[in-house]
């Protein structure tokens, strides 16, 4: 067999139509656009990448966009007064601080004191709580973007074993939580799992590891569903996913692509949680 591809472009670009037309109407019926306000602190390059395309990204489906760039002595004294004054700011429905920060600065303190309906990175607590319970929240973009794409597929998951295979706040253990409040049956591999023996069993397997090709392809089930959130830069600068995308094409029913597959879905359903945010927030 060989697999059917998911194409994250795609699908990335379908969800910022339909985010633009929402920010239209939102714009017609508020006299103002969603508002999205991103922090950056220091140089790191990667974080400038991200942040340049967010921007670009929120421009070009109308929304309000503010980049707010701080050298990277900034004190954490100062960075909470500019989360407070964003938090009090009505023309900004979300915020998102740019990760990693600084090694002085404390991430968890920052995101903790973002107001949490304008936390559309989806991190704080109050948002992962509601996820756990099960209730409506923001969700972090990238486990989102992924249900999305089994969405786009026609993919059921009620009663389907799914494997996520990592358990980080920003894309495991919401990705595990997304799934079970959807009625699958979720086992969370780590590092101390047996991942070849889960994934074997997979109906659909969600990798978000962060080691190239750690999933070989004739563990996969065949007909199975291999969504592969890795990105993985190698020496020779190529990027690749978790999973031996080559071998696990030939045995799974459906396969996302390292690069054009998880990745563009990010920024499109950060775009979609401001919107979210800002349709709660008027
Ligand atoms: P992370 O915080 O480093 O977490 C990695 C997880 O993988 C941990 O739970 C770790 O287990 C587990 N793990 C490590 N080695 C393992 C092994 N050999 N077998 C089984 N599990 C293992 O990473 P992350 O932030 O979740 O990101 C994961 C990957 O997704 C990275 O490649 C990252 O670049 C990518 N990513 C992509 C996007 C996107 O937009 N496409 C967004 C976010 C992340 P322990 O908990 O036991 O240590």
């Given at each position: 067999m060989t697999a059917q591809l998911i194409d994250g472009k795609a699908l990335a670009a379908k969800v910022r139509d339909e985010v633009k037309q929402e920010a239209a109407a939102l714009t017609a019926r508020y006299g103002r656009p969603p508002g999205i306000a991103v922090v950056r602190v220091g140089d790191d390059p990667a974080s400038q990448v991200y942040v340049t395309s967010k921007e670009k990204t929120a421009k070009e489906l109308g929304f309000g966009s503010w980049h707010h760039h701080f050298p990277a002595t900034m004190t954490q004294g100062e960075l909470l007064a500019v989360v407070a004054r964003l938090n009090a700011d009505p023309l900004v429905d979300g915020i998102l601080v740019q990760l990693p920060l600084p090694k002085h600065l404390d991430a968890n303190a920052v995101l903790a004191a973002i107001e949490p309906s304008k936390d559309v990175d989806g991190f704080h607590a109050t948002n992962a709580g509601l996820l756990f319970q099960g209730r409506p929240g923001l969700?972090?973009?990238?486990?989102?973007?992924?249900?999305?794409?089994?969405?786009?597929?026609?993919?059921?998951?009620?009663?389907?074993?799914?494997?996520?295979?990592?358990?980080?706040?920003?894309?495991?253990?919401?990705?595990?939580?997304?799934?079970?409040?959807?009625?699958a049956t979720v086992i969370v591999c780590h590092s101390k799992s047996d991942v070849a023996a889960e994934v074997q069993r997979a109906d659909v397997v969600v990798a978000a590891v962060g080691v190239s090709k750690l999933v070989k392809g004739d563990w996969v089930k065949p007909g199975a569903i291999v969504i592969d959130v890795g990105m993985n830069r190698g020496a020779d600068g190529k990027l690749s996913g978790d999973v031996d995308f080559d071998a696990a094409k030939e045995r799974a029913a459906w396969i996302t692509p390292v690069p054009g597959g998880v990745g563009p879905m990010t920024i499109a359903m950060l775009m979609h949680n401001t919107v979210v945010a800002a349709k709660a927030r008027r």
């Open positions: 969700v972090p973009c990238t486990p989102a973007g992924c249900m999305r794409m089994l969405q786009e597929i026609r993919y059921d998951v009620t009663g389907k074993r799914c494997v996520v295979i990592g358990r980080s706040t920003i894309v495991g253990r919401p990705m595990a939580m997304l799934l079970l409040n959807a009625s």
